[in-house]
């Protein structure tokens, strides 16, 4: 089966064909990690995993390298204004990060790089592009020439032209429209405190850009599949990645680029002037289930803004409770009989429709509309005399198939009956204060991987299944 993208640098959608037969090499974008990642930052992440799936989906082995930004001049300056150390800084932010892909179900990376680990592969990198002639070396930090890339701006749509020669810029990140010489290597500032490698042109730091190049190729080789991102990683990062990349190694850097479009809260994009902006803990303390959460983040398609609001929560609350039905009815299905043929046919029918749509670049609304017709076509079936046990094992085993692709069509928040009992359990034991029973069977469910949280309202459960709350 093939596979439809949309390539950000051509500006049209494409057949997709791997460079290694039945094998994507496929690099994401992942956290800078100076402050816990924000839901908008987790849109993008669930594009990436909705992609990867939906590419294990139709039999391809995925090989997904992931970066974590560790080394930047923010994670550097708000490191030293809480007087701490850089790793120490960093660890339980990436820590977070991990327990939050996993409350959402994204599948983890085979590489997960951070840049303060790879410094001597980008030192070899920045050398290769000086002795070539793309760098210089100017004020103790090393410039690469956008002058000597004239494919420059191809992926952006800037106009080289149009960009000012020969004037350097510091900053990782800048304003769209900026066209500079960029920093390879930032030459040791008294701004950076201890955090300094020796390299042949001087003590210092990566730039940020070069960093992804650096690692994506150490573990998907030089050239490679798919990279994507955020739309705002296009200019001027992934410009950069593109052009020190393929100046270094004379060859296409990657084949295919996907971008996803922003996440905006209440109709407006999240920033921290605004004050709008949301991390995941926050909304699951507020309420907001992980899977709903993810339900909204991937039912709209990629390259459409998601507009995130308690109204739209609330829907896609609605549209799972409707896909859990159907659910519900296969798993109790007990009458024994032969499996009707139109039960059969529905099934093969919504697995054409929603495989044709996955792999149209990720058409996620004519993949959902496929599931709900489905559940329709079910229920007018089951109307006329209930569902017998052999066709519930189909549905069930249709809907975990596509669930491969989906990750919310089974709730997260269902603990195996044990554990819930044990919570309950638990409760009595407190509200007679029976305190040491209560510890002990705390303790037991630590060990199992529960961990338990006390309130007013009852107990809340977090383990692998999700989290709940127990009364």
């Not at 692709?405 to 638990?426: C, G, H, Q, W």
């Not at 303790?443 to 809340?460: N, Q």
Request: a negative charge; one cysteine or more.
């Amino acid at each position: 089966m093939d596979m439809i993208i949309y390539d950000t640098r051509l500006r049209k959608k494409v057949p997709f064909q791997p460079l290694e037969s039945g094998i994507v090499r496929l690099y994401t974008c992942g956290p800078t990690v100076y402050a816990d990642s924000h839901i908008g930052n987790y849109r993008t992440y669930a594009f990436e995993d909705l992609l990867r799936r939906s590419l294990e989906y139709i039999g391809y082995d995925v090989k997904q390298v992931m970066n974590l930004t560790d080394i930047d001049d923010k994670t550097i300056r708000i490191s030293r204004e809480n007087g701490v150390a850089l790793n120490d800084f960093t660890a339980p932010i990436i820590d977070r990060f991990f327990r939050d892909i996993d409350e959402l179900k994204i599948q983890r990376a085979e590489h997960y790089p951070a840049a303060t680990k790879h410094i001597p592969e980008m030192i070899d990198l920045i050398s290769k592009l000086i002795e070539q002639g793309y760098a210089y070396i100017a004020e103790g930090s090393v410039y690469f020439s956008i002058d000597r890339y004239s494919e420059y701006g191809k992926l952006s749509g800037m106009k080289l032209e149009k960009m000012a020669r020969g004037v350097r810029i510091d900053a990782d990140e800048y304003e769209k429209d900026n066209f500079r010489d960029f920093a390879l290597w930032r030459g040791w500032s008294e701004d950076d405190g201890d955090v300094k490698w020796d390299a042949p042109f001087g003590a210092g730091r990566p730039g940020w850009h070069i960093e992804c190049s650096a690692m994506s190729m150490k573990y998907l080789g030089e050239q490679f599949d798919i990279h994507t991102g955020g739309v705002d990683n296009i200019f001027p990062h992934h410009e950069n990645e593109i052009a020190q990349s393929v100046c270094a190694t004379g060859k296409e850097f990657v084949k295919h680029w996907m971008h996803s479009a922003h996440l905006i809260f209440e109709g407006e994009k999240m920033s921290k002037s605004l004050g709008n902006i949301s991390t995941l803990r926050e909304l699951l303390d507020q309420g907001y289930s992980s899977r709903s959460i993810r339900y909204v983040l991937l039912t709209t398609h990629y390259r459409q803004q998601v507009n995130f609001t308690d109204a739209v929560i609330m829907a896609g609350v609605a549209s799972l409770d409707r896909l859990d039905t159907l659910r519900q009815v296969a798993s109790e299905a007990s009458l024994e009989g032969v499996a009707r043929s139109e039960i059969n046919g529905a099934i093969n029918l919504a697995k054409d429709k929603f495989a044709s749509a996955i792999t149209d670049d990720l058409a996620i609304s004519a993949a959902m509309a496929a599931l709900f017709d489905f559940v329709s076509t079910v229920h007018r079936i089951s109307k006329k005399s209930p569902l017998v046990k052999a066709e519930g094992e189909q549905i069930l085993s249709f809907w975990k198939e596509v669930d491969h692709v989906l990750a919310f069509l089974f709730p997260s928040d269902e603990f195996p009956p044990y554990i819930t009992n044990k919570v309950k359990e638990r409760i009595i034991a407190r509200s007679g204060k029976k305190w040491e029973l209560s510890d002990n069977i705390r303790d037991e469910l630590s060990k199992l991987g529960y961990e338990l949280e006390d309130s007013p309202h009852g107990t809340t459960v977090t383990g692998s299944e999700g989290r709940v709350l127990i009364k």
